[in-house]
């Protein structure tokens, strides 16, 4: 069942809570998801799961851009709820209607709420009943949907719903359902109605009267038609009315949809499908798959050519002093818009702003998925809101994905470490420092290049005058133990080794006893590089780390990589989660960037790894010298992204 | 002597001239510049009070789950409504304080501004920090000690913000939820940030002598740091925002931003 349904505004009052469900909710799932998913530019994912003692929730949330709401629906995550996206759209869609900036508390939405609710589970219902009939008698035609649906929902499930398959957005982005209500079409009748009362939340233009009664379905099409040759600029507003008439008595809608459920009760349905098989049942079937194959074909020409003008508005506003006259009327039409503002932004607004964004990232060395990701989110933070005056849309999505960057790259943590290894040394213990990462990185035989980014705190620390020790526990590759006792002997710092074929673990753990003996500080350990699907290898580090504890994890990574950086990083934590035998283990706790003075502007690498570990990029090395580490500068980063 | 003659008949030669221009320029001619330059006069006058009026923002800050938004809420409406989650955006609005709605006489409306606490969004502070008549860093008194190294930081990151440094915007550290028990004074709490705040000092320093810069140290170096060093007035209050027991708060508002 449904645990809860919170809306809230961005600002974080909660303004309407059901109270009849009243469960008291264990631990603070909406504060997590809020925490580690909303405001980590995540919210392009479908669902998010909540793990707490004695409670583990899936959460599904939708976002009103424009009057910055937030709806949240929490539910048990061992019940695949199908109606919640529904109930979701259809709570936004009510709450929208009622909401007021000065009112804060909204007790009347209770009824209503428990009239959506109702509905939506009924139509839940009557999917699950009307699914098996469907496939007895139109056999895998009609399948295909509720399969996709059923395998969207369990990667929703799964929180890796990259595809947003889950359909956690309502509004008119048309492939999936489309291609669903063409194969309703040849699946039967009976099939049809339950599907269409299923897809009829999503906020597509009164689908249920076609279902229902042909006849109100032509008007519908005919509304359309006319919208489409008014005028073709204002296309999208045009079907916007046409959903109108549908949206604008709720009352009225709601006795209809209703109706539609009593007709098809069990009886009845039972009757449809006999009628299912009778010729006039097909026709019937032929007849409805032909209109809605139509109206199809008629809302696709709606949208691109919307879609069409925008492009060339948004181009010519680009180069707008350049040549004015290439559109007289797309230029007028855009010049008015910019100072009037727009309506509401919707998703083929932003595409071609998006894509544009996307590209440029992509020339910055940002991994692929990441940006994909990130205009994602950016996509769900700007849908549905207005556009200022005297702004363009690509102005506008350029600003949100500027925030977004700032927001991502900001740490979450603090970066001080010497303040860390000041707490340690009250405690009177070493401050173990835990370098690991692939080979070639920062720590390949070549040259001394390699360890001064190892070495690296070292300039920080001899300022306090914190002993500092290093431990050889590259134990893998010849020569390491060499090359690191030279860095040791030209920057005056003890080194504890073992030599080789030694379990680096072990060597390690003797480092730090000896560390704690003699008083130093801070242990820097060095690992052997290793590839992230280097199983044995990736072993013994995670038996080195759960072995010792070390207070920072740092991962040492190349600012050159690009799409590699996201396979490391993951690899290297998920590894480490899989493979460390305690309950909770030790993750990757910062990113240390080397080789940044050779990447020029291709910076995107820092995004990249910081979006998918989470951890903040301590150091940027960036020059040959023992000196050469620097702190990443959040704001310059980011303009050099976006330049 | 001879020099400040000479000038003297110099300054008096210039002036019959411009009396003479002065003449021949036509009367009206000469009341409308007049008249445009006491305009513009006052225009600027009036701008600049304006302006100076304008600063009448309070900036509620401080930890994730400190309970700013409830404070807010609290000023605003003296009610927590149904409640509160994290907060994504700052909440930014005028208004006249609760307390002060049911008084007689018009008091000027307070801008409140509450910005969210989670680390990710900081940067959003720097926007509101220069048109600051005061801040009110709120800390929650009832779980302190695990979040008091993180706090201190903020806080220190706050005191060395050359926009506070430099205009002495008053601080109000704002121990809030002490209508629990368990709750720490406020005097523990100063205390041990003073403490905390100290030994960043040190790690601080060093850093930016490496390699960042901050903006301002804080504090005398040599002696332990205390709040009375800042540059700018460093207070402590108690404050509950469940129950609604603010009125410290509105004290300290009131005392910044003038009714």
């Known amino acids: 069942m449904l645990e809860q349904l919170l809306i809230f505004t961005r600002g974080g009052l909660i303004l309407w809570t059901c109270r009849e469900l009243g469960n008291a909710l264990r631990g603070s799932p909406i504060d997590t998801l809020i925490r580690s998913c909303l405001l980590e530019e995540r919210s392009g994912a479908a669902s998010y799961n909540y793990d707490a003692p004695g409670a583990s929730y899936s959460l599904k949330w939708t976002f009103h851009n424009d009057l910055g709401l937030v709806f949240v629906a929490v539910y048990q995550r061992i019940l695949h709820l199908l109606y919640v996206d529904d109930l979701l759209a259809a709570v936004k869609r009510e709450f929208s209607k009622i909401y007021d900036e000065k009112r804060t508390e909204y007790p009347d939405f209770d009824e209503v709420f428990r009239q959506l609710k109702a509905e939506a589970e009924a139509r839940a219902e009557d999917l699950k009943k009307a699914n098996p009939v469907g496939r007895s008698i139109a056999g895998g035609v009609g399948n295909g949907n509720s399969k996709k649906q059923g395998s969207g929902n369990k990667a929703g499930s799964e929180g890796g719903g990259k595809k947003k398959s889950g359909g956690g957005d309502g509004d008119g982005d048309g492939d999936r359902k489309k291609g669903g209500r063409l194969e309703n079409g040849h699946s039967n009748d009976n099939f049809v109605v339950g599907k269409e009362t299923n897809l009829k939340g999503s906020s597509v233009n009164g689908k249920e009267n076609e279902s229902s009664n042909l006849g109100a379905f032509d008007v519908n099409r005919l509304q359309k038609l006319r919208s489409k040759g008014g005028n073709g600029k204002k296309g999208g507003d045009g079907a916007v009315a046409a959903k109108g008439p549908s949206k604008a008595e709720p009352p009225k809608k709601a006795v209809k949809k209703n109706r539609v459920w009593d007709e098809s009760t069990p009886e009845t349905k039972l009757d449809f499908t006999d009628h299912g098989a009778d010729d006039g049942g097909e026709r019937n079937v032929d007849f409805l798959a032909k209109e809605q194959g139509e109206s199809m074909m008629d809302k696709d020409e709606v949208v691109s050519s919307d879609s069409e003008a925008e492009e060339e508005e948004d181009d010519d506003d680009a180069g707008k002093n350049s040549k004015p006259d290439a559109k007289k009327k797309g230029w007028f039409s855009s010049m008015f818009q910019s100072i009037a503002g727009k309506a509401n932004l919707e998703k083929s607004d932003l595409e071609p702003a998006l894509k544009a964004l996307k590209d440029r990232l992509m020339t910055k060395n940002v991994a692929e998925e990441i940006a994909e990701k990130l205009c994602e989110s950016v996509a769900a933070s700007l849908e549905g809101k207005k556009l200022a005056s005297f702004t363009r849309i690509s102005s506008t999505v350029h600003a949100a994905m500027e925030e977004a960057l700032v927001r991502i790259l900001t740490p979450r943590r603090s970066i001080d470490i010497l303040r860390d290894v000041h707490v340690a040394k009250e405690q009177r213990k070493p401050y173990v420092v835990v370098f690991v990462g692939v080979n070639g990185v920062g720590k390949s035989t070549n040259l001394a290049k390699v360890k001064e980014n190892n070495l690296f705190p070292f300039n920080l620390f001899k300022i306090l005058y914190v002993g500092v020790m290093m431990a050889a526990c590259d134990t893998?590759?010849?020569?390491?133990?060499?090359?690191?006792?030279?860095?040791?002997?030209?920057l005056q710092i003890p080194i504890f080794e073992k030599g080789y074929e030694k379990d680096p673990a072990v060597v390690a753990k003797e480092a730090i006893q000896e560390a704690s003996r003699n008083g130093s500080d801070v242990v820097l350990v060095d690992t052997a590089g290793r590839m992230q699907d280097n199983e044995p290898l990736m072993r013994a580090l995670s038996k080195l780390i759960y072995l010792n504890n070390p207070d920072l994890v740092l991962f040492v990574g190349e600012a050159l990589v690009g799409n590699d950086a996201v396979d490391q990083l993951s690899k290297f934590n998920?590894?480490?989660?899989?493979?460390?035998?305690?309950?909770?283990?030790?993750?990757?706790?910062?990113?240390?960037?080397?080789k940044f003075d050779t990447i020029d502007d291709k910076v995107g690498a820092a995004l990249s790894m910081v979006y998918i570990s989470g951890a903040p990029v301590m150091f940027v090395g960036c020059g040959q010298s023992y000196t050469d580490l620097k702190k990443l500068n959040v704001k310059s980063i980011v303009k050099t992204l976006l330049k | 002597m001879e020099q400040l003659d000479q000038w003297k008949e110099q300054l008096l030669h210039w002036r019959t001239l411009a009396e003479d221009q002065l003449r021949q320029v036509p009367p009206v001619q000469l009341y409308a510049a007049a008249a445009v330059l006491i305009f513009t006069?006052?225009?600027?006058?009036?701008?600049?009070l304006l302006k100076r009026a304008k600063s009448n923002t309070i900036v509620l800050t401080g930890l994730s789950g400190a309970g700013k938004t409830v404070l807010f809420y609290q000023l605003r409406d003296g009610s927590i409504h149904g409640g509160t989650v994290t907060s994504m955006e700052p909440n930014d609005e005028i208004f006249v304080l609760h307390s002060e709605t049911t008084e007689k006489r018009k008091t000027k409306p307070v801008h409140v501004v509450d910005v969210p606490g989670h680390s990710r969004l900081r940067p959003k502070l720097d926007e509101y920090l220069p048109q600051a008549a005061g801040i009110v860093f709120v800390v929650d008194a009832l779980d302190f000690l695990p979040n008091c190294r993180s706090a201190s930081e903020y806080l220190y990151d706050i005191l060395t913000k050359g926009s506070v440094v430099k205009k002495k915007i008053p601080l109000l550290i704002l121990c809030n939820k002490t209508d629990k028990v368990t709750a720490h004074t406020k005097e523990f709490i100063r205390r041990q940030m003073e403490k905390e705040i100290d030994k960043l000092r040190a790690s601080r320093s060093a850093v930016s002598a490496a390699d960042i810069t901050n903006e301002f140290s804080l504090g005398v170096p040599g002696e332990p740091f205390s709040f009375t060093q800042c540059y700018n007035k460093v207070t402590t209050a108690d404050a509950s925002g469940l129950t609604g027991e603010i009125s410290q708060l509105e004290q300290f508002i009131r005392e910044y931003v003038k009714p």
């Open chain 1, 476 to 490: 893998f590759r010849s020569g390491a133990v060499e090359q690191l006792r030279t860095h040791a002997r030209r």
């Open chain 1, 574 to 594: 998920q590894k480490l989660a899989d493979l460390s035998t305690s309950s909770a283990p030790r993750l990757i706790d910062g990113i240390l960037l080397t």
């Open chain 2, 41 to 48: 006069t006052l225009l600027l006058l009036s701008l600049r």
